[in-house]
Every structure is written in structure tokens, then in C-alpha cells.
């Protein structure tokens, strides 16, 4: 049985940070690539960060230089290190693994960020 289980969000002022944490279980995490997606109220899901296999990482521009997303093969955790949070970037975050395959699509439950003063 998969799981991805993600913790870390909460509320965090503007300018402020946060990092989220993804554990896997019941996939073969290090062949996987992972991802962050987030949801706003009233707005699509969109892509925030990739990382694949191998390390490579790719970022929504609206993201860029100001969050990181990073893997611990050895735990089978994917991370998402925000800095500089705006209040846009409140939002449901979600964690993502699917193999290079693109056979499968397996989604966490989701972790609240909300970004107020």
C-alpha cells in the first residue's frame, strides 16, 4: 500500500519560512520522482517543484530563489525548504511520486500553509 504523508505546513507571516516533509512508503522511492503541487481556494492545482531520480530540480517561476525542493533516498522523504512566504503562496500543499514510467500517480493528503500577518 503507498502512503505519502506530508507534515510541516501551518501559519507563518510574511517574509517568514517553513519546511515541508513528504515520507513515502510501499514505493521503491529512490527510482521515483517527486514532486510539490499546491491548491489555492477558488484556483486550480498547479505545480510548484520536481525533483527527479537523480537530483534534477525544476521550479514554478513564482517560486524560483525562494523555495528548494531536496530528497533523502535514505529516508524516503522529499522536502520543500520556503523561504521569503508571501501571502500567495497559502495554499494546500500536496506531495507527488510517480516512476519515470509515468504508470502511476500516487498523491499525499495534503498540508495547509497559510501566509498572514
Known amino acids: 500500500q503507498v502512503q505519502l504523508v506530508e507534515s510541516g505546513g501551518g501559519l507563518v507571516q510574511p517574509g517568514g519560512s517553513l519546511r515541508l516533509s513528504c515520507a513515502a512508503s510501499?514505493?521503491?522511492?529512490?527510482?521515483?520522482?517527486m514532486a510539490w503541487y499546491r491548491q489555492a481556494p477558488g484556483k486550480q492545482r498547479e505545480l510548484v517543484a520536481t525533483?527527479?531520480?537523480?537530483?534534477?530540480?525544476n521550479y514554478a517561476d513564482s517560486v524560483k530563489g525562494r523555495f528548494t525542493i531536496s530528497r533523502d533516498n535514505a529516508k524516503n522523504t522529499v522536502y520543500l525548504q520556503m523561504n521569503s512566504l508571501k501571502p500567495e503562496d497559502t495554499a494546500v500543499y500536496y506531495c507527488?511520486?510517480?516512476?519515470?514510467?509515468?504508470?502511476?500517480?500516487?498523491w499525499g493528503q495534503g498540508t495547509q500553509v497559510t501566509v498572514s500577518s
Open positions: 507527488n511520486a510517480r516512476p519515470p514510467s509515468n504508470t502511476r500517480n500516487y
Open positions: 525533483i527527479t531520480n537523480g537530483g534534477r530540480t
Open positions: 510501499g514505493i521503491f522511492f529512490s527510482t521515483y520522482i
